[in-house]
């Protein structure tokens, strides 16, 4: 399935990720993070398809698993003591409940950010910030793109060596660390006159000038008002619900959470509605297009 989100415009991009991240990170309540990491799970594999689906597996739930085992280990807060450990700290339930909603805020903030590294190009950065913070938004853009871009040409470098006998997983103990260090020695070097070079090719045209004008193929157009002005509303509803506290969640000494009710149900279902945009636009675009493809 083709993304439709990310072809809207970069503000609209960056406004919707901005809410979700932060929210995600403050927002405890059960049904807030419930929502959260489904929706942003959702959206993974919508992007990133099968290979989505074996990172969270593989990685993400294990973390998530072993970090909400641990926060008890360490944390006795809390009344409702279940057991005692041999070194007589207690068990309590508040703190296993913690850890695992500190797990999943953290599991979801990292797959928003897989998301947000698929959908906001350092072209797009740079069109939002260049006027801004010329140098430091050069500078986070390089940054956001340094793991992707670092990582295939390690591998290049890596083939290149294997080829004369140089890859790290080649000979013995001490010639496999010598090919390893002189592998990364290259990396490094690569990296380093890669920075040098954008850095004066973005001076030789003139980036960050006051008067400078670029070309940009992004348009601010009725499609992308629309988007914005919801995420807009969406985000007001949000935050009008955490300040009359249906948003709390609190988890020491005792579990108490705002209840459920009529102002708290409409809440719920703006966070629902923002977390799952994407996805919802993705969908509504591919019925569109099949709908026009059985006309043909």
């Known amino acids: ?9 970069p503000v609209v991009n ?6 979700v991240i932060l929210f995600s990170m403050f927002f405890l309540h059960p049904i807030l993070l419930g929502i959260a990491i489904i929706s942003a799970f959702t959206y993974s594999v919508m992007l990133k398809g099968e290979k989505a ?3 969270n597996l593989l990685y993400m739930l294990p973390m998530l698993l072993l970090m909400a085992a641990l926060n008890p280990a360490f944390n006795h807060q809390g009344v409702t003591i279940l057991f005692y450990l041999k070194d007589g700290n207690p068990i309590t339930l508040e703190s296993i409940l913690y850890g695992a909603a500190v797990a999943c805020m953290f599991i979801t903030v990292i797959l928003w950010f897989s998301c947000y590294n698929a959908v906001m190009t350092s072209d797009k950065f740079i069109y939002i910030f260049g006027r801004i913070i010329p140098s430091l938004s050069l500078i986070l853009s390089m940054v956001l ?4 871009r670092y990582a295939a040409q390690i591998k290049v470098i890596s083939n290149a060596q294997k080829c004369i006998g140089r890859d790290a997983s080649q000979g013995n103990i001490i010639r496999r660390a010598q090919n390893g260090i002189k592998i990364l020695s290259i990396m490094t070097t690569w990296a380093l006159e890669n920075a040098i070079e954008t850095a004066d090719s973005m001076r030789s045209r ?3 000038l006051p008067k400078r004008t670029s070309f940009s193929l992004f348009r601010f157009d009725n499609r992308d008002k629309t988007v914005f002005m919801a995420i807009v509303g969406l985000v007001a509803i949000v935050l009008a619900g955490s300040a009359i506290g249906q948003n709390a969640m609190r988890f020491f000494p005792s579990i108490k959470a705002a209840k459920v009710t009529p102002p708290g149900i409409i809440v719920y279902c703006a966070y629902f509605m923002l977390c799952i945009l994407p996805v919802f636009i993705n969908i509504v675009e591919d019925v ?3 709908h026009i493809e059985s006309k043909i």
């Not at 960056?14 to 809410?19: G, P």
């Not at 793109?145 to 992707?148: A, D, E, K, T, Y």
């Open 145 to 148: 793109r340094f793991v992707p």
């Open 1 to 9: 399935m083709r993304d439709t989100f990310s072809t809207f415009h």
């Open 14 to 19: 960056f406004a919707y990720f901005t809410a």
């Open 206 to 208: 003139g980036y960050g």
């Open 53 to 55: 689906v074996k990172f």
């Open 288 to 290: 569109k297009w099949k």
